[in-house]
């Protein structure tokens, strides 16, 4: 996550016309997908969500020519998935586990 923060410092590279267009490609399909009901399911309204917001950054970071801000908005969307994952993981976890205690199995009289 921290190297993402230094693209636009470190790289070379000029955002250019064909940049923008793909970003604004990019942007247009996830809102597409967020219009298809059978992906909402699959992944969730906030996964939908997420998507939008970041591509719609990037294209704004594009647009403006700001290389480093796609490295922020990058660095800022990867820490979100991740957030998001481990809070996922974790309450599928706790959803898994058996709630009480088993119970103790009796000793057979001798």
């Known amino acids: 996550m ?4 230094y693209i636009g410092g470190l790289s070379p590279t000029r955002i250019t016309q064909e940049h923008r267009d793909e970003a604004r490609w990019i942007s247009q399909r996830a809102i597409e997908l967020c219009e298809n009901r059978d992906s909402q399911e699959f992944v969730g309204q906030e996964v939908h969500d997420a998507l939008v917001i970041e591509t719609n950054d990037l294209l704004v970071a594009r647009e403006q020519d700001d290389i480093s801000a796609v490295g922020h908005v990058q660095r800022i969307h990867i820490g979100y998935g991740y957030r998001m994952i481990r809070r996922r993981l974790f309450e599928t976890t706790e959803e898994q586990k058996p709630s009480g205690r088993r ?3 009796s000793k057979s009289p001798q």
Do not use: E
Not at 2 to 5: G, H, I, N, R, V
């Open 2 to 5: 921290t190297l993402a923060s």
């Open 103 to 105: 119970a103790k199995k």
